[in-house]
């Protein structure tokens, strides 16, 4: 095993089934997302040791698939922020032809960024989140990592639908990904909210500017129609983000206690001593913080969270109503100086994934294109986002993109 | 000391957990079965292994709105699960999901007949459903004290009622108990015995002087394992707390315990107040009217409903209808038999002077045993015609709750038949008054008691199958022809 990649890697590449949708691809997912038997610590010494009882449904559907699972690959702990993800390496490195990574601020679409990768964050409820370590319920879900649109949907499409082991997925089915195809006509107006100019210095601007007026033009012979839009308020999104995150965060780790798994503290003269030092030891650095802050809010505070929930439904229908004019929105996906795999805290990981959390507070499906917004040496991804299950055509536009960069779908 | 405790008004309000008897717990679909071999009931997701996600069980959702309609409460359109946040080893997800923000239902009551004889309606505050916790074993390996934890309670479906400061004294509560476990039991939603833990009270308690308006500070007091520990409780908490009144002692929010032994509460902790956020994977209920109509109509006849129709319809007196009213099982038994002709006040009796305690001494229930409304009106038929005596009914009775055969067949294979033939009783007579000439003089010097005895020694020389009204007419004939 390549411990430097892989938390764990089995001895040889699982597979169920030789046919299906994904008949051969190679599929690598982090240790926050169940596979039966496999080490599944999420990247916390809470849950050192810990192995999967279950698929998860994810899982268990890209199995039935077809799918090849190639091994878990090391996550920052508990899924929030890059710092210390390899995912984007294993894959680079040729481990695996699609990653499966957790997003509840920007995780896969930033990932992706990183490496050069087209990265997908589906609608809020769209897939599953029946087997996944959470720890942001309501804004978490399974996103995508592969070269190229079309086989993101391919495996959207596998793992996505209604499950009975997640109720909190939307009853009525959401209509099919569909194969993506690129001619097709889908939406043509693209916005980009004015209020993003004040988060980006002037060469940023630039790069993004010149990357949406190549979409309009020839060159990518796209057709899209790209406007200005107007978001107010768009600083809120992190702070509401950060407020409720952080109490689903301090609920979802109440149950790490060290005692059935996990890390567990020697010393202590009562259970309630157990449990405060062994999370003391098992937590690092950025997640305790997280906790204290959710605590402080659920405990001392709760007012601040039920503000934090009533500006969270505004800003949703906020951009609802942007929507109805504008099918789509573009936004870089970093801040050219903002390094999201190096950022150790609260305030550095917030700041470096303020332009990707926006679609996990709102549940909505969101796509990197890499490579077509170049601030200097730093690829700023370009970010699609749709309405709230309007995934297929969010990557159907993204795979357009694509093939007019790669000359007419040639790879 | 002893407080005048006339000097001061009790409030007192009531949180009830009931355990649903659904088949399932509230959030997969281990059996909620407690009572099991420990553990044995038990998945992911009761567990909380990380990655399990909790699913509401429709059932029990049904079942909890079946005990908030029997309770009046009004259905919430929309209610929803919160997690209440505590760290406990009976709880090792940190959090006990529960109701807080959006109960399932609102505004419910209880009608009671308060101790001056007067109606009193008891108001609920509201009704939400929740979890149950694992439960802790406290043991001991050799000298060292151990805590086993037992997770086949840990996500029983529960509902708790949380009533409205509307009662005044331990009576009150008492009777609200009684009333609100009738109903609860009549719908089929649960068991409800305090006795078995699948019904709990803690009450609520706080004083005021007489004629003033305040709430005050209160305590809460826990570990009552029957109604009446309940209004022994708070009869003593009142107590309690007038003492401390006068002693211009203040009284501070604390939760006691009751000690049935000693029969006083006694300090446990600061009372509970932890925070609740609202749970983002179990979706919110959102009622549809056509549904909660269907449910609506699975609601039997309440039970003070039943009381009054019995009094109208089949001229029961109050007691009686009430008596007949109070399991629904008796009340259907009782219905069915005085359709099979029985007279109505014979199978009021019959079935509260016999029915009930012979069961109670089996601790069955009506369906535990062959006893029907058919048979047990038969039975009363062969009384009213003078086929047999009382006595021998109540032998033919007891060997009905464990036969299928009707009355007449058990009366006749076991000679239970009522001797009415004069010349046999006229014999025995004559065999007794010859063997006691002192006592039949005694009667004749004018001591009437002696009657009784000679009916006693007559009924058991019939062994027990003598037709009383006959016996005593021959008897009396008999003697004052001497």
Same mark, same amino acid.
């Given at each position: 095993?390549?411990?430097?990649?892989?938390?764990?890697?089995?001895?040889?590449?699982?597979?169920?089934?030789?046919?299906?949708?994904?008949?051969?691809?190679?599929?690598?997912?982090?240790?926050?997302?169940?596979?039966?038997? @496999?080490? +599944?610590?999420?990247?916390?010494?809470?849950?050192?040791?810990?192995?999967?009882?279950?698929?998860?449904?994810?899982?268990?559907?890209?199995?039935?698939?077809?799918?090849?699972?190639?091994?878990?690959?090391?996550?920052?702990?508990?899924?929030?922020?890059?710092?210390?993800?390899?995912?984007?390496?294993?894959?680079?490195?040729?481990?695996?032809?699609?990653?499966?990574? +957790?997003?509840?601020?920007?995780?896969?679409?930033?990932?992706?960024?990183?490496? %050069? @990768?087209?990265?997908?964050?589906?609608?809020?409820?769209?897939?599953?989140?029946?087997?996944?370590?959470?720890?942001?319920?309501?804004?978490?879900?399974?996103?995508?990592?592969?070269?190229?649109?079309?086989?993101?949907?391919?495996?959207?499409?596998?793992?996505?639908?209604?499950?009975?082991?997640?109720?909190?997925?939307?009853?009525?089915?959401?209509?099919?990904?569909?194969?993506?195809?690129?001619?097709?006509?889908?939406?043509?107006?693209?916005?980009?909210?004015?209020?993003?100019?004040?988060?980006?210095?002037?060469?940023?601007?630039?790069?993004?500017?010149?990357?949406?007026?190549?979409?309009?033009?020839?060159?990518?012979?796209?057709?899209?129609?790209?406007?200005?839009?107007?978001?107010?308020?768009?600083?809120?999104?992190?702070?509401?983000?950060?407020?409720?995150?952080?109490?689903?965060?301090?609920?979802?780790?109440?149950?790490?206690?060290?005692?059935?798994? %996990?890390?567990?503290?020697?010393?202590?003269?009562? @259970?309630?001593?157990?449990?405060?030092n062994s999370r003391s030891q098992a937590f690092g650095t950025q997640i305790k913080s997280f906790l204290f802050q959710g605590a402080y809010f659920q405990f001392e505070n709760y007012t601040d969270f039920e503000n934090a929930c009533i500006l969270r439904r505004k800003l949703v229908s906020r951009l609802d109503d942007l929507f109805e004019a504008t099918p789509l929105l573009a936004l870089p996906v970093r801040l050219p100086h903002a390094e999201p795999e190096r950022a150790e805290t609260i305030e550095e990981t917030y700041t470096a994934f303020g332009l990707t959390l926006p679609a996990n507070l709102a549940g909505l499906p969101a796509l990197c294109i890499p490579a077509v917004a170049r601030d200097g040496e730093t690829d700023l991804g370009l970010q699609l986002i749709g309405p709230r299950l309007s995934d297929a055509q969010v990557l159907t536009a993204g795979q357009r993109i694509y093939t007019r960069i790669q000359g007419d779908g040639n790879k | 000391m002893n407080p005048d405790t006339n000097k001061y008004e009790a409030i007192i309000g009531l949180e009830i957990h009931v355990q649903l008897n659904a088949a399932t717990k509230l959030f997969c679909d281990c059996p909620n079965q407690p009572g099991d071999a420990p553990n044995r009931n038990t998945c992911p997701v009761c567990l909380w292994l990380p990655g399990a996600i909790p699913r509401l069980s429709g059932e029990a959702v049904e079942k909890a709105v079946l005990g908030c309609l029997a309770a009046n409460c009004t259905i919430a359109e929309e209610s929803a699960f919160d997690q209440k946040v505590y760290y406990y080893p009976d709880l090792p997800k940190g959090f006990q999901l529960s109701q807080h923000h959006k109960p399932l239902a609102v505004n419910g009551w209880i009608d009671i007949i308060g101790e001056n004889g007067e109606a009193r309606r008891l108001g609920i505050h509201h009704i939400h459903m929740e979890e149950d916790v694992a439960r802790l074993v406290h043991e001991t390996e050799g000298r060292t004290p151990i805590s086993l934890v037992d997770f086949n309670r840990a996500g029983a479906p529960l509902i708790e009622i949380v009533t409205e400061p509307d009662m005044r004294s331990p009576y009150e509560a008492m009777e609200f108990l009684k009333s609100l476990r009738t109903r609860l039991r009549y719908t089929g939603c649960t068991e409800c015995s305090m006795e078995q833990g699948t019904m709990r009270a803690d009450a609520n308690i706080s004083l005021r002087p007489a004629g003033t308006e305040a709430l005050n500070t209160k305590v809460e007091v826990k570990n009552m394992n029957s109604i009446h520990h309940v209004g022994d409780a708070i009869a003593y908490e009142i107590l309690r707390q007038a003492e401390c009144l006068e002693r211009k002692e203040p009284v501070t929010l604390h939760t006691r315990l009751w000690d049935p032994d000693k029969r006083i509460t006694t300090p446990m902790r600061e009372k509970f107040a932890g925070p609740c956020v609202p749970d983002p994977s179990v979706p919110a209920i959102r009622m549809d009217a056509e549904w909660l109509e269907k449910i609506r109509q699975q609601l039997p006849e309440m039970p003070a409903q039943k009381a009054e129709r019995f009094m109208a319809d089949y001229g029961l007196a109050p007691n009686e209808a009430h008596a007949m009213s109070q399991e629904r099982d008796m009340a259907e038994f009782f219905e069915a038999a005085v359709k099979q002709v029985a007279t109505p006040h014979k199978a009021a009796t019959w079935i509260t002077g016999h029915v009930t305690p012979a069961l109670k001494e089996r601790g069955q229930s009506l369906s535990d045993t062959c006893l029907t409304p058919e048979h047990f009106a038969a039975l009363l038929s062969l009384i009213d015609q003078e086929r047999v005596n009382a006595g021998a009914a109540r032998e033919v009775l007891l060997q009905m709750l464990e036969s299928e055969a009707p009355p007449e067949e058990i009366v006749a294979k076991g000679g239970y038949q009522q001797i009415s033939d004069s010349d046999r009783l006229e014999a025995i007579v004559d065999g007794i008054l010859a063997d006691h000439p002192d006592d039949v003089a005694a009667y004749q010097n004018g001591n009437s008691k002696v009657l009784g005895f000679f009916m006693g020694l007559a009924m058991k020389a019939s062994q027990g199958k003598a037709n009383p009204r006959r016996l005593k007419e021959i008897l009396s004939k008999r003697l004052d022809s001497n």
């Open positions: 095993m390549d411990s430097d990649l892989f938390t764990y890697q089995p001895a040889s590449p699982l597979q169920a089934s030789r046919q299906g949708a994904l008949a051969g691809t190679q599929i690598l997912v982090q240790p926050d997302l169940s596979v039966k038997d @496999w080490l +599944t610590d999420a990247g916390s010494r809470a849950l050192a040791g810990f192995h999967a009882v279950m698929d998860a449904t994810t899982v268990a559907r890209a199995k039935t698939a077809g799918a090849c699972l190639t091994g878990s690959t090391h996550m920052a702990e508990l899924g929030l922020g890059i710092n210390g993800n390899t995912m984007a390496g294993a894959l680079s490195a040729g481990y695996g032809r699609v990653g499966l990574v +957790t997003d509840l601020l920007g995780e896969a679409r930033m990932s992706a960024c990183l490496a %050069g @990768w087209y990265g997908f964050k589906p609608s809020y409820g769209l897939v599953s989140r029946f087997g996944l370590v959470g720890l942001v319920p309501s804004m978490e879900c399974t996103g995508f990592i592969a070269p190229n649109p079309a086989e993101i949907a391919a495996a959207l499409e596998a793992v996505a639908g209604p499950d009975e082991n997640d109720f909190s997925m939307p009853a009525a089915s959401p209509q099919p990904i569909g194969p993506v195809a690129a001619s097709e006509n889908g939406a043509n107006r693209i916005g980009m909210p004015r209020q993003i100019r004040e988060y980006l210095p002037a060469s940023a601007i630039e790069a993004v500017d010149a990357a949406l007026g190549r979409m309009a033009q020839a060159e990518f012979d796209a057709g899209f129609d790209i406007q200005e839009t107007d978001l107010p308020g768009f600083d809120l999104f992190s702070a509401a983000h950060q407020v409720i995150a952080s109490v689903e965060a301090s609920s979802s780790c109440g149950k790490y206690d060290g005692v059935r798994y %996990g890390c567990r503290a020697e010393d202590g003269r009562d @259970w309630n001593e157990m449990y405060i | -």
